[in-house]
């Protein structure tokens, strides 16, 4: 690195993995998370700059509140600048081995592939040079290792969400670690009111 560069950092999100972790600390409010602040908290502000933050997620199917919630939440990340990757679910039929019970169940497709194509679009056509990847996933290691061997050069941060152990699989791929605790999220929330067209207004939900 030249001395005195300022590099290009892009933090790339897990929504899932990141919304579990939340959601097991027991306080929904924090859940109205600033992705951006969160970035540009967690980036070395001397060296790096924050040009790139990725969301990827998908809205869960059934359930009209939690989309309508979900929904409001991607809105506020727009106006912050965040860009939101959505993936789908679909409906695979399970079995109870004890009783023969037949349901259907919801599983998530596609968001851990936006997340790997989405850090590897923004390495390969150098728009950052450093790379935080928020998820404890350790199907990630695979994009780290690529991105390892293919450019050396990048540099590859993980960060691991609240209360979540990090895995050697992660770790040993990566230049650096950073273990978010509770305080990182309740310190970079989103305000209650956004002043956008139409207004957005935090969901009850969400209220501290």
């Known amino acids: 690195m030249t001395e005195g560069k300022i590099l290009r950092a892009g933090l790339f999100v897990d929504g899932f993995n990141l919304y579990h972790a939340i959601h097991d600390l027991g306080a929904n409010h924090l859940k109205w998370l600033n992705l951006k602040a ?7 502000q001397k060296s790096e700059t924050l040009a790139e933050v990725v969301y ?12 309508r919630r979900h929904e409001i939440y991607i809105r506020a990340l727009a106006h912050e600048g965040v860009i939101t990757k959505l993936g789908h679910y679909i409906h695979e039929p399970m079995k109870c081995r004890s009783c023969n019970h037949v349901w259907r169940k ?4 596609q968001t851990d592939i936006n997340l790997a194509l989405s850090v590897i679009d923004a390495v390969m056509l150098d728009r950052v040079e450093c790379i935080y990847l928020l998820t404890a996933d350790t199907d990630q290691a695979a994009t780290l290792t690529f991105l390892g ?18 895995s050697d699989d992660l770790k040993n791929r990566s230049n650096r670690t950073i273990k978010l605790q509770r305080h990182h999220i309740e310190d970079h929330l989103l305000p209650g009111f956004i002043a956008a067209n139409p207004a957005i207004i935090r969901p009850v ?4």
């Not at 919801?106 to 497709?109: F, G, L, R, S």
């Open 149 to 166: 061997n293919r450019f050396p050069s990048i540099q590859r941060v993980i960060v691991f969400p609240p209360g979540r152990h990090p």
């Open 38 to 44: 969160l970035g540009q908290k967690i980036i070395p």
């Open 205 to 208: 939900e969400y209220k501290p």
């Open 56 to 67: 990827c997620t998908a809205y869960y199917p059934g359930d009209p509140d939690k989309r």
């Open 106 to 109: 919801p599983t998530e497709k």
